[in-house]
């Protein structure tokens, strides 16, 4: 095989991965003739471009034939096996299929993927290798590890190395009886490696075994012979029980045959072997990263009296960790190369797996996605219990009826029928054949996919139907000549998103069509299919249980979002957004760049103004500095500032400053603001509308039952926030934490603030809970201090022993000013239990417990929160702050009154 180095490129003219792995001789006759170099070389490249398919979501291998043959010929014995040993010995077909077009012979790849495999009763490793590099010993023999072996022995020493870290301290584990007599003085080898001399001819009193292996020397190039064979021996032994390599012993007569004095030099020798064994890759699980044990003895071997040559012995101990021989051999398309994994890039993704959550999480939130039965660049997918299943909100978004082929949105599909003359005619036109399925359109499927908009764009259409491959329609107002490139890569980019963000398992393409509506005639169309590959039969959806399950991909890939676990878990994890949120994040911006969007505690406010930021980049073409995010508090700047998604300030700096590079604000949590530095809503305003052919977003996201003053806000008048949206759907409570808040809701409705307009009452009719996720929620009164921060300091241990964290808890008072005055007495009290990590929220990100004010927490949120002595200097807001402080909580609550 060739060197690994990132040499094939991806061809950007498809939709879809297309690797040019350049002529290459086919047919079993064919191939027989090559001379071998020729024959590795043409397989290497096939090989590796397979490889990098398989694990980057699916592809196609193009190649041009070096034989000269006209009719249908098959790939060769040599490139079917080598193709059958990098999917494990599974169904070719299952992975590969093949056509020959003229000259050019593709082999259509489906993605690698987590399926169970029947013939082994097990899943399949995260990610497809050529070669693990992992060696074992099994009997007298060394064998590579496949890998699912792989899988199964990283899993096993990285558990061990989890039991050593918790039980630091104990009495050791017991190393087991077999692996201290592989190399001890029991085990009769040893004694031979205490020998500084030994007689030619001498037979060994003890066979091969499992620890112990006997070579010869080569009868040339000795050395590099040592050296080649260092790597599968020393680390087979090291990686499982330890054991002795005899070099210069033959294997069947035991017999001690030594290298000729002549032909080796004995220090030049070990400085080879050590040198070697110094170049043996190794990873680490544990946290005292010793290295890997070898003792080499050079023993001389004399005939009779005189020197013969040598015996070369290496005793190798049983390694803590892992050792590689190499590199493991896997590829991914990296920046449209074909380049191979680093040993640290392949064991992330051979060691990936789904979170483990404490057990609480597991009870309150449900997979809608595992990383067990994915392809290789899948991230798992969670939604809170209670809210719509991908599948609910597949049937509530993407309907597919028997018989019926749906368009949709149906408003936007009025919308631009009306809009442009011919373009129901045209679009009709393509899809008629298709009787059961459903056309799917946007104003702009990159944008959607968050890639940016393209100008000239009437709108895209996505056909998914039923005995069809799916079909991204681009139609132009005019010819283009980048017309074709917006759509190809829209594609391009779909299709990778449904397998490696949707987790589709199945054979899947997306072709790419562009259509012209011509201004002349209505009825005129210029069409250009971008793809000339002709996909086989299987890649057509063939059925409504197919069709459905490509648009259940659909839903995570639109609805998906990075959740704000993967802060927690210190792993990428997505949630998915509701129905509600995702029609509101559906809205044509350029239609709506003045929106106030009110939602209830815990119903997604932040989130949807983080994904909307994200869009008007896409919208617009404008970079992140030109968007500003507004909010009251730092803490809450300082965790969107981390996102690198837009420029964020708080409402003073926004007053203070001036912000001639902004372009478009998003305002978060406006029902604190205040007026006291000027009019901010008259200041946004201003800066959003200073291009009056094309002014900026205004988005405003507010909720008046979390109001924290009586003071003027800045907020125009309920009647005059238009358009408006409401978010009712709440997401993030538990159901004893939801229903308190609900409660204390209901106490605002009966005696409400002056500040709080009447009419928005009416919401909480429209609330829509998502119930069924335990928890918990104390109101403890009365106590002293000192009981308070003792039990929060108890409580704290408890839930770390079962699996949560200090990035877990928040502790929240009322003010910035008796922050000071718990710190010194609940950090004396953590320290007790040897809890030390405690900060204000000013760093989300940290492992620490968060001691702050509710008003400095809002928009932010934790899984255990503990409220003290929460109060205000008017009672008439004093439920607002309750109804703060307790939203600010996902599963535990606690508050002392």
């Known amino acids: 095989m060739e060197a690994n180095h990132c040499s094939l490129g991806v061809d950007l003219s498809y939709p879809d991965l297309v690797i040019d792995v350049g002529e290459v001789t086919l047919g079993e006759e064919n191939r027989k003739k090559l001379q071998k170099t020729q024959r590795n070389q043409e397989k290497a490249r096939v090989i590796r471009a397979a490889c990098a398919l398989l694990n980057s979501g699916g592809g196609v291998i193009r190649m041009e034939m070096a034989n000269k043959d006209e009719r249908p010929i098959e790939m060769g014995l040599d490139l079917e096996e080598s193709l059958r040993n990098l999917i494990q010995d599974q169904c070719l077909q299952a992975f590969f299929e093949t056509k020959q077009q003229g000259r050019c012979f593709y082999i259509f790849v489906k993605s690698w993927s987590g399926d169970p495999v029947p013939k082994h009763g097990s899943f399949n490793s995260r990610i497809c290798s050529l070669s693990t590099s992992l060696y074992c010993r099994s009997g007298t023999s060394v064998l590579p590890m496949s890998s699912r072996q792989a899988f199964g022995f990283l899993k096993t020493k990285e558990r061990q190395s989890k039991y050593d870290l918790i039980n630091e301290g104990s ?31 001498e037979i060994l009193s003890f066979p091969e075994s499992p620890s112990i292996e006997f070579k010869q020397f080569s009868t040339e190039y000795i050395q590099q012979y040592v050296e080649n064979i260092i790597p599968e021996y020393i680390s087979a032994f090291a990686n499982t029980e330890g054991g002795y390599l005899f070099i210069g012993v033959d294997d069947k007569s035991r017999k001690v045959l030594g290298c000729a004095k002549n032909k080796v030099d004995p220090n030049s020798l070990k400085n080879v072997i050590a040198r070697a064994i110094s170049k043996l890759p190794i990873v680490h699980f544990c946290s005292s990263k010793p290295p890997v044990e070898c003792s080499t003895k050079i023993i001389e071997v004399f005939r009779g009296k005189e020197l013969y040559g040598y015996l070369c012995v290496i005793k190798v101990k049983a390694f803590c960790c892992v050792v590689f021989s190499e590199a493991p051999r896997s590829w991914m398309v990296k920046q449209k190369y074909v380049c191979p994994l680093t040993i640290e890039e392949w064991l992330k993704k051979m060691m990936d797996a789904d979170p483990e959550f404490p057990p609480d999480f597991t009870e309150a939130f449900e997979s809608q996605l595992s990383l067990s039965d994915s392809p290789s660049l899948c991230r798992p997918v969670y939604s809170k219990k209670g809210l719509e299943h991908k599948a609910d909100l ?116 997306v072709r790419a069509k562009v259509l012209c509506l011509s201004p002349e005639s209505s009825t005129e169309a210029l069409e250009a299919a971008v793809s000339v590959m002709d996909y086989p039969a299987s890649y057509s959806l063939a059925g409504t249980q197919h069709v459905e399950a490509l648009l259940q991909s659909l839903v995570i890939v639109l609805l998906g979002f990075r959740s704000l676990l993967s802060d927690q878990l210190s792993c990428e994890v997505l949630n998915l957004l509701t129905a509600q949120q995702y029609e509101i994040f559906s809205k044509n911006l350029r239609k709506n760049r003045e929106l106030f969007v009110h939602g209830l505690p815990g119903s997604g406010k932040t989130i949807m103004a983080m994904k909307i930021m ?113 978010l009712t759907r709440v997401v993030r409570n538990a159901d004893e934490i939801a229903e308190y808040i609900q409660k204390k809701m209901q106490r605002i409705i009966e005696n409400p603030s002056v500040n709080i307009p009447h ?47 200090p990035k877990d808890v928040a502790v929240l008072v009322s003010t910035t000013r008796e922050v000071g005055r718990y710190r010194y007495e609940l950090l004396k009290a953590l320290r007790k239990k040897r809890i030390v990590h405690l900060s204000d929220a000013s760093d989300m990100l940290g492992d620490h417990i968060v001691l702050d004010s509710v008003r400095r927490f809002s928009g932010l949120e934790r899984n255990i929160v503990f409220g003290i002595h929460p109060r205000t200097t008017d009672p008439a807001i004093l439920p607002n702050i309750l109804i703060c402080l307790a939203s600010r909580a996902k599963q535990h609550l606690y508050i002392f009154l």
């Open 394 to 509: 597949q049937r509530h978004l993407f309907p597919v009826s028997p018989g019926h082929l749906r368009y949709t949105p149906e408003s936007l599909w009025k919308e631009l029928s009306s809009q442009h003359e011919g373009l129901e005619e045209l679009i009709n036109k393509q899809v008629q054949l298709f009787s059961q399925g459903i056309v799917i359109l946007s104003r702009s499927w990159a944008v959607d996919l968050n890639l940016q908009e393209k100008p000239g764009v009437i709108c895209d259409a996505l056909l998914i139907a039923k005995n069809s491959t799916p079909i991204l329609y681009t139609i132009l107002r005019e010819q283009d000549a980048e017309g074709q490139d917006y759509c190809t890569r829209t594609a391009f980019t779909l299709k990778q998103s449904l397998v490696n963000v949707g987790g589709y398992t199945r054979k899947v393409c």
């Open 171 to 201: 009495p050791p584990r017991k190393i087991t009886k077999a692996v201290y007599q592989n190399v001890s003085d029991s085990n009769p080898a040893y004694k031979v490696f205490q020998n500084d001399t030994i007689e030619y001819g």
């Open 759 to 805: 009419e928005y009452l009416a919401i909480l009719g429209e609330t829509k809970w998502a119930p069924g996720v335990s928890g918990s929620k104390m109101i403890i009164e009365n106590w002293t201090v000192e009981q308070i921060v003792t039990y929060v300091a108890d409580t704290c241990r408890f839930f770390f022993e079962r699996g949560y964290s």
């Open 614 to 726: 994200e869009k008007i980049r896409n919208v617009f073409h404008c970079e992140a500095e030109t968007i500003l995010y507004v909010c009251e508090n730092q803490p809450l700047r300082n965790f969107i500032s981390d996102k690198n998604i837009c420029q964020a300030e708080t409402r003073k700096t926004f007053m203070r400053e001036y912000f001639d590079h902004i372009q478009h604000i998003i305002i978060d949590e406006a029902q604190n603001f205040r007026t006291e530095d000027g009019d901010w809503y008259g200041k946004a305003k201003t800066i959003t509308q200073r291009e009056k052919d094309c002014p900026g977003i205004l988005w405003i996201f507010l909720d008046y039952f979390q109001t924290s003053h009586l003071t003027r806000s800045g907020l125009p008048l309920l009647s005059a926030q238009y358009p408006r949206e409401e």
